[in-house]
């Protein structure tokens, strides 16, 4: 903003490049086409996204399992009722439908959820992913592969040929949060895992980990954990992350993402909606920084309080890198907050954002919502700056925007 640039200019500029900066979408619960069904995408399954199930029940009287007994379209149906029709669809959830489908070319204020999956219903995915991505400004999309995982595990198995667009990452939840129901799985994999972790077990545990990773080309690790993980602690967790997880790990220079905070099944009758969150201890992830200077970490939280603690954290150690506003932080109030902190606090060595879509759709809200509030933030920060005369150029600001919507978190993974 040179003295003669208002902020609105500067703004509009900020916007343009962001708009026209492709994005890395680095934790999605999407798929490459090659897994058939698994892939979701259309009206129906944007409307059973578990973020809009727990909504939908805040007004709903049916029992929970008679819900669960509908099909699909039917509990669609409840949930348009409830959330469009007889409510304004303010919450960020509801409002994402409503981007989504405006931004397809859908008149939004018809209300007419017939017509609407008539106009879906035309589509073939090889064609829909091409358009989801474009208006989402997309050029990649990470996956969450679970080996553990009955419907994903045999396409891998068979193989296939991949799409380039999407990346695949290798999720672990079962092995380290619940070893004693996993090692048997493993035993029956063929790998010699026992429940105790004895030498034996964790060099079989490596070995599966080697296979699953060469398998799936994955180009990081993930878990999410409890709000009480603790490190190091005499637990099969702490264990078995130090001695399988972060050697596999650093033996072949992949990240280990760290999603902390999320609490499991408070309401099980919601199903997938059911998960909760806490406070983590972040003294654990400044420990796993401390003890583990060969292994990299990538981290998000889930609760608000410790967002100020992470950014801190990654200050301190260069092995960290701090991605996303997950789940419940994903609103715009804590998008905005937590954008802000971070680039006061960080710079533009972060990754602000990923989607966690679990719909294809959803990138496209996902993405129109982050790059607005991105850039929001930018323009004040560059505004602040050229009040003393530093001018930012278009070049200055593009390469900004690459950080931010991958590039920063390319280079991490590439390091040594
Ligand atoms: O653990 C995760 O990857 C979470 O993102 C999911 O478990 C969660 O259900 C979700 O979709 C949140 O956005
Ligand atoms: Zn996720």
């Not at 990452?169 to 380290?176: E, K, N, W």
């Not at 130090?242 to 050697?247: G, N, Q, R, T």
Request: a neutral charge; aromatic letters at 10%.
């Amino acid at each position: 903003m040179s003295h003669s640039e208002s902020r609105s200019a500067l703004g509009a500029r900020v916007e343009t490049i962001l708009t026209a900066t492709p994005v890395t979408d680095i934790h999605t619960h999407l798929y490459d086409p090659a897994f058939g069904d698994l892939l979701l995408w259309g009206i129906d399954d944007l409307l059973v996204y578990h973020y809009l199930v727990s909504e939908a029940f805040r007004w709903l009287e049916l029992p929970y399992d008679k819900f669960w007994a509908l099909p699909k379209a039917r509990q669609a149906e409840l949930i348009w009722d409830a959330l469009f029709v007889k409510h304004s669809p303010v919450s960020e959830a509801c409002r994402g439908v409503v981007t989504t489908l405006h931004a397809l070319g859908l008149d939004v204020r018809a209300r007419d959820l017939p017509a609407l999956r008539k106009w879906f219903a035309q589509w073939k995915p090889a064609d829909y992913i091409t358009r989801c991505m474009e208006l989402a400004g997309v050029k990649s999309i990470c996956m969450t592969n679970s080996p553990f995982d009955d419907l994903e595990r045999p396409v891998w198995e068979k193989g296939f040929n991949r799409d380039e667009r999407f990346t695949a990452a290798l999720r672990i939840d079962p092995l380290l949060v619940s070893w004693g129901d996993t090692a048997p799985i493993l035993a029956g994999w063929g790998y010699q895992a026992s429940g105790s972790l004895t030498d034996r077990t964790i060099s079989e545990v490596r070995r599966f980990l080697e296979d699953w990773t060469r398998k799936m080309d994955a180009r990081y690790l993930m878990v999410s954990l409890p709000p009480d993980f603790d490190f190091p602690a005499d637990t099969t967790t702490a264990r078995l992350l130090a001695k399988a997880v972060l050697p596999h790990c650093r033996d072949h220079g992949l990240p280990m993402a760290l999603m902390l905070g999320v609490k499991r099944q408070v309401n099980p009758a919601l199903r997938m909606a059911g998960d909760g969150m806490g406070r983590s201890r972040l003294v654990a992830l400044e420990r796993l920084c401390a003890l583990f200077p060969d292994n990299k970490f990538l981290a998000t939280v889930l609760s608000r309080e410790n967002q100020q603690d992470l950014c801190v954290l990654a200050r301190k150690f260069r092995n960290l890198h701090v991605f996303g506003c997950w789940w419940f932080t994903n609103v715009p109030v804590i998008i905005e907050e937590m954008t802000r902190m971070r680039l006061e606090l960080i710079g533009l060595s972060v990754t602000p954002q990923h989607s966690d879509a679990r719909v294809l759709d959803q990138v496209i809200y996902k993405w129109r919502h982050t790059r607005r509030i991105l850039a929001r933030v930018l323009t004040d920060k560059y505004a602040d700056l050229a009040e003393t005369g530093w001018d930012v150029t278009d070049a200055d600001i593009q390469r900004d925007a690459q950080d931010l919507l991958g590039g920063a978190f390319a280079r991490f993974c590439a390091k040594a």
